[in-house]
């Protein structure tokens, strides 16, 4: 398979846990993002890697949040001390161009 | 800052019926337009593009969408929606390198 793949797909943590999730993008794109998405909401721009450096992170993420991309093709990204209003759709995407392919996400639920 | 705006949160239609969508971007700059397509189930997919030329833009499954760049506009069409057309629907704009979505119009089309 070429496509984005995520891991977990689901991720059940109590509140103040920690928490990483991983993404293996297609290989040949040095591009890769991540994204929240909420109920009734599309996709919302979290961070961004040009190979393994981190472009953009979007002024709306915490100091909790983190994201790495260590050799340019996997990426994580890290929810410390997770709150209730983590819970979402963590997504992945890679392009290698202009267009985004995006992986299955890891549902995330704090409770 | 830039950001995507669809009109239409909730569509339903029957099988036939003409479909447009509305969508409108806020970015002074040059633009790459997106509308992507999650069915239920499924992975966000590039349903088509625009990045320069002909406004008028072809994509998979029947649909199209025309750029009017005078009205920050990216409207998507079909002129017969199917029932395996139910799905939710995001526009997208890159613009500065960050991909930023629209809150997504759900499309339920009546058999």
């Known amino acids: 398979d070429t496509g984005v793949s995520q891991n977990p797909r689901h991720k059940i943590t109590k509140r103040g846990q920690n928490v990483t999730f991983r993404c293996d993008p297609i290989?040949?794109?040095?591009?890769l993002y991540w994204y929240r998405q909420t109920l009734g909401q599309g996709p919302e721009f979290l961070t961004y890697?040009?190979?393994?450096?981190?472009?953009?992170k979007s002024r709306l993420l915490s100091d909790r949040f983190s994201a790495e991309r260590p050799k340019g093709s996997f990426s994580t990204l890290e929810i410390q001390r997770t709150e209730q209003g983590d819970s979402a759709m963590y997504l992945c995407a890679s392009s290698g161009g202009e267009k985004l392919f995006f992986g299955s996400g890891t549902q995330l639920s704090v409770l | 800052a830039q950001s995507v705006s669809q009109h239409n949160h909730h569509v339903i239609l029957s099988e036939a019926a003409s479909l447009e969508l509305g969508c409108n971007y806020s970015?002074?700059?040059?633009?790459?337009l997106f509308w992507y397509v999650q069915y239920p189930g499924q992975h966000l997919q590039l349903l088509l593009k625009y990045f320069s030329g002909d406004p008028l833009v072809k994509g998979i499954k029947g649909f199209e969408a025309e750029f009017i760049k005078s009205k920050f506009s990216f409207n998507l069409r079909k002129p017969s929606v199917q029932w395996s057309d139910t799905a939710e629907y995001f526009c997208a704009v890159n613009a500065d390198d960050k991909i930023i979505f629209g809150k997504g119009t759900r499309l339920h089309i009546l058999p």
């Open positions: 890697f040009q190979n393994e450096a981190q472009l953009e």
């Open positions: 290989s040949e794109h040095n591009r």
């Open positions: 970015y002074g700059g040059t633009v790459n």
